[in-house]
């Protein structure tokens, strides 16, 4: 498993899997691990699943207004195979985005 943390305008930050989990392979549920915040640096109540999937999930924070966030974008359209749009206000990605994945 592997687990990166993207801040924008900063390069892709890989972190420690402890802790971390994907999916429920049988309900597909996805919980919030303990780390998960602190690596996003907010409260737990604001941290959003934002995408998930059997081999990724996606983490971001809730109604997060911050900085674009491109190279996030781009590494969870690669996951999710979900194009995002810079001319698409209601698909760019602002702020951290922790994207643990299977592989």
Do not use: W
Not at 16 to 25: I, N, R
Not at 38 to 43: K, N, S, V, W, Y
Not at 54 to 73: H, L, R, T, W
């Amino acid at each position: 498993m592997n687990a990166t943390l993207y801040l924008p305008h900063q390069s892709p930050r890989a972190v420690s899997v402890e802790g971390l989990t994907l999916p429920d392979p049988t309900t597909g549920l996805v919980r919030i691990p303990e780390p998960v915040p602190a690596l996003m640096g907010c409260p737990r109540g604001l941290v959003d699943v934002l995408a998930s999937g059997p081999q990724y999930v996606a983490y971001s924070v809730f109604d997060c207004e911050g900085k674009i966030n491109q190279a996030a974008m781009v590494a969870l359209a690669e996951a999710s195979g979900v194009g995002f749009e810079l001319d698409d206000e209601d698909t760019i990605l602002c702020g951290p985005v922790l994207v643990v994945t299977s592989s």
